[in-house]
């Protein structure tokens, strides 16, 4: 196998997603798979997409009252037990500490699954008054859930990295305010950092976060027509606070007790944005996510070669006060392999100099993912490369707005929704009556499911029948399978 | 007990160092102790200081060829063993999960006590030819040992954040020069953002990190007279590339083995620093790293109010485009009360204004920790705040810079050594024959210990014979107390 063919892709976008999935993770350097099944090692260049991330989210946390916290990497059994939905929702899926050195311990420690049961007692210690309100505390850490399921990078692993927000406020308005702060964040994450666009909506109940109230959804369309849980953010009504006293006098000095959120978002949304525009050649990154955003590649003869280098490192100077650039001067590859690497390791903009541009004074840009290509003044270059950044997200979010607007559909029966869902990719909207029994013929004939209902409460459902049972519709399910 | 006594710091630093340090932590809002002994809750104000530490070093670490990665919380046994030297020296000291859901585990997973032996086996997997070296990847992330010692906040603590660096090179010069970069990037974080200066030296061999050619570190002299280990950096020579298979084809054609380094630095940087400059009002902490930098406390009457608030704010506005700062406009709590709670939290610099500030287009400032105070012209305030910023960080090295000098004797005897660690601070140098056995009757009597010897491995010895047996002096060893 020649070192060409090894760095290519071998597998299809779109007859092979899975294989091409996991030959785009480890061929651009994103992740490899860890000894233990389910467990992956994220390498400097899918690390850096999560920096990235993190850069972004962080920042509109901390401009809307948000502050970093650590919380312990561990849970006692009793602080776990003290709110049974979470025990329930949990128990099955938790890795267990039972050991300290040689010793067994006496309670057995939880490797934190989500932290609401070690978080919320301590937002009751530092609540005692109305003024003590809001808490807003989030922690970036990874967790771990125990579930049996082929590890896919990103998307299913037992232990991954998200960030975990945790607020009490004084009552409901406050409280319900900040899951839609959340949820907005994470709407604008997608849309204009990750260029996906997204569906916000409600889980059904169903399918809540164990112990809450509402748990709300940004979803988004793959390429291959399943939908991806993108971020959630709950209102936890009083549950949470009323099993571990988070309580507070108010400014008539009575006791009220506190209502709660959590809201996560996790590296699925790594997954998600390498899904949805990466290609057959490779990984393809809006440019704000690239951990390299513009890669210059000299093309010389021998005697060329030291005009054009010079005139590339004046280019690497100029351009790397600003973006994050990469000068490719390797002498033992051409500039052929050298298109390719950067291709598949996701570089947004590529910019190509040889003696004609030399003598010109102008350079010659590529577009990734399409190859569209411009020569353009050297002059100005910095405001240039700026449109021609902006101009490769627009295409990025146009393509995948394309692809979620083609695949909404509607539907009115059973037989209409497997139909619908059999033949095409993404959602089919259905008048529903609420009742989870109603999901199961569909997730039995199709594995697709329930992903979320409309946002707003007080929505009309699409049609006045349930489609699945004939009774008296209250909600539109959207139907999909998912990741 | 009134708010303000409950408020204020009640314990000594000089005279009850240990209850006066666990007061500060508590009382600043930095950690909580969890329910598992062993274990804290790091608050929004702690954190932040541990936030402010990363943006330094991260930043630094990125401009000298690292990248950050992420490999998994858990280590198979099997892992851990192949390093033999590991596990002899951290298997007393780790969690194991031996449970996932309901099922036990047919091998035990440590939880990471350092990762070596999971990250190792990577850099043999990306290593082929001279090419691909030197890797260098870090990682920010908490570990667990399981030490059975009282809990002391970011000291000692059985779960604790850190970077830990990892590097593989083509030769000892490579890798040694890796080593020493690391170690002066922790010199220069304490020096030049905690105001806190160290010495750097060697470990003792029987002090080295377990598989090390060599141990480097940087210390720092508490107030109280113990050494704190800072940061260290290790040369690891071949043995965990033998150990895990770290081999490259040189540009000869011939397998070699690579040369290894790992670096950490903990958060018990964040102890040393509070440790270092705090008093009996409470937090003190220089200016980069203070989660606020600057009060500002609007002192009014009823009649003066409007416009001393409107001062207040407009300085809030103009300073806070270059400085964390916070305006303290609370309507139920009076200045001085403001005045004791800031100085309790370690905001560095104070701006007082009232109804004469306002009038004369003045304010007045006052640097913590010494209370020194100055009323200057509004004109040019954000410049006046940077001199004045720079004053507050030089005073608190200063202050340090003294305890160093003052506290560091020699001694040629054993008598000696133990006389002199029982009258002062600090550390006693001696000359030493570098056996372990020539440590003990030291720490047997004292609880003192050899924390270093010099970096230089040719620097003669203070003395020709070592201070405990008499037999030829090889090395210079620093004895002292230690945290």
């Known amino acids: 196998m020649s070192e060409q063919q090894e760095l290519g892709i071998t597998e299809s976008k779109e007859y092979a997603t899975g294989e091409w ?3 785009v993770i480890q061929k651009a350097e994103l992740a490899d798979y860890a000894p233990m099944g389910g467990f992956i090692v994220t390498r400097p260049r899918g690390y850096a997409l999560w920096e990235n991330l993190q850069s972004h989210l962080d920042s509109w946390f901390k401009d809307t009252g948000v502050t970093n916290a650590y919380f312990p990497v561990f849970i006692p059994e009793s602080y776990l037990e003290k709110e049974k939905d979470i025990v329930e929702g949990f128990d099955p899926e938790v890795a267990w500490v039972t050991k300290g050195g040689y010793d067994e311990l006496e309670e057995p420690l939880a490797v934190r699954p989500t932290s609401e049961s070690i978080i919320t007692p301590f937002l009751a ?3 005692r008054s109305h003024r003590d309100l809001p808490h807003r505390v989030n922690q970036w850490c990874s967790v771990v ?6 590890t896919k990078p990103f998307f299913r692993t037992k232990e991954f990295l998200w960030q975990e927000g945790h607020t009490a406020h004084e009552d409901e308005d406050g409280a319900w305010d900040e899951t839609m702060t959340r949820l907005s964040q994470y709407e ?5 950092v990750l260029a996906i666009p997204v569906l916000k909506g409600r889980k059904p109940a169903h399918d809540k976060f164990p112990g809450a109230h509402t748990t709300t959804t940004v979803e988004a369309l793959m390429p291959d027509g399943k939908s991806v849980q993108g971020g959630t953010s709950h209102y936890l009504g009083t549950s949470f606070a009323e099993a571990y006293d988070v309580t507070y006098v108010d400014e008539d000095e009575e006791e009220q007790t506190a209502h709660t959120t959590s809201w996560g978002l996790s590296w699925r949304a790594l997954g998600a944005l390498i899904m949805t525009h990466s290609d057959d ?8 996510m690239a951990p390299t955003q513009v890669v210059i590649v000299p093309i010389w003869q021998e005697d060329t070669k030291d005009d054009v280098l010079e005139y590339a490192q004046d280019l690497e100077a100029e351009l790397g006060d600003r973006y994050r650039v990469k000068l490719d001067d390797r002498d033992e590859r051409n500039p052929g392999f050298k298109f390719n690497e950067w291709e598949l390791k996701g570089v947004p903009l590529r910019v190509e100099v040889g003696p004609n541009e030399v003598e010109d004074e102008e350079v010659t840009l590529n577009h990734r993912p399409d190859g569209e290509s411009e020569t353009v003044d050297r002059e100005g270059l910095v405001e240039t490369v700026d449109d021609h950044l902006d101009a490769i997200f627009a295409k990025l979010k146009a393509r995948a707005e394309e692809n979620l607007e083609e695949n909404v559909r509607e539907a009115e029966s059973r037989e209409e929704i497997l139909g619908t869902l059999g033949q095409h990719k993404g959602y089919v909207k259905a008048p529903w009556c609420g009742d989870e029994a109603c999901e199961e013929p569909i997730k039995d004939a199709m594995a697709a499911e329930i992903v979320m209902v409309p946002l707003d409460r007080d929505a009309e459902p699409i049609g006045d029948e349930c489609a699945i049972c004939g009774a008296d519709a209250e909600e539109t399910a959207y139907f999909a399978k998912s990741y």
């Open 21 to 23: 999935y996991a030959e």
């Open 125 to 127: 210690q530092w609540t």
């Open 281 to 288: 050649q490779g990984l393809v990154v809006p440019p704000a």
């Open 188 to 192: 604008r994450l997608y849309e204009d």
């Open 145 to 150: 859930r125990w579930e049996a399921t082929e």
